[in-house]
């Protein structure tokens, strides 16, 4: 049982660490650029909407039936959503406040690093709803193509009728999603406490 639990944990947080890399870099492009943003913004409103567990046998065709199938289905799941909330996040500073630096003869970089970055707090809050849905597109991916992990044990157990199994993954997967959440939050406590 702790491989399985260590391996669901593993790409868990895999997935997760890439989805808050790549909603940040995105995020700040999407500011940067306004070109970028108007194109690109209806489709991530649409890739946001679709329903991931959609996506996972599609991933498997174009990734094969291995660990990076099961990541990218995990960051499918919260990177869309992420990357909008942080961006109208972004959209949302104060714009006497950007004046006043480009008046002192600030640049981009400056707003970004000295206004923009007072989104932190709004990204801990995004965090705290990747974390778990990080969990379930992981879980959706070891549904479908693994032979290790929570999702397989609760998919084998129900096939060969352990229902154990079933009831002690699900009841892991909880505690591993409160376990990781409480992480999250003692995280944005330290931050807060240091600012």
Not at 13 to 30: E, G, Q, Y
Not at 128 to 137: E, P
Request: proline residues 3%; contains cysteine.
């Amino acid at each position: 049982i702790w491989q399985h639990v260590s391996i669901t944990l593993l790409e868990t947080m895999i997935s997760f660490v890439l989805v808050i890399l790549f909603t940040i870099l995105i995020a700040v492009l999407l500011w940067a650029k306004k070109s970028v943003s108007d194109v690109s913004e209806p489709y991530m409103v649409v890739l946001n909407s679709l329903p991931k567990s959609a996506l996972a046998p599609l991933l498997i065709v174009w990734l094969g039936g291995n660990y990076k199938t099961i990541i990218v289905t995990g960051m499918s799941v919260a990177i869309f959503g992420s990357i909008l909330s942080l961006y109208q996040g972004f959209l949302g500073v104060d714009p006497n406040q950007m004046k006043l630096i480009e008046t002192l003869g600030g640049n981009r970089r400056n707003i970004l690093t000295k206004v923009v970055s007072s989104n932190i707090p709004n990204l801990f809050s995004i965090m705290k709803v990747d974390i778990g849905l990080c969990l379930v597109g992981v879980v959706i991916g070891e549904f479908i193509s693994s032979r290790r992990g929570l999702g397989y044990m609760i998919i084998y157990g129900s096939q060969i009728m352990k229902l154990d199994w079933v009831i002690l993954g699900i009841v892991i997967l909880c505690l591993i999603a409160m376990g990781l959440y409480q992480l999250i939050v003692s995280l944005e406590k330290w931050y807060l406490k240091k600012v």
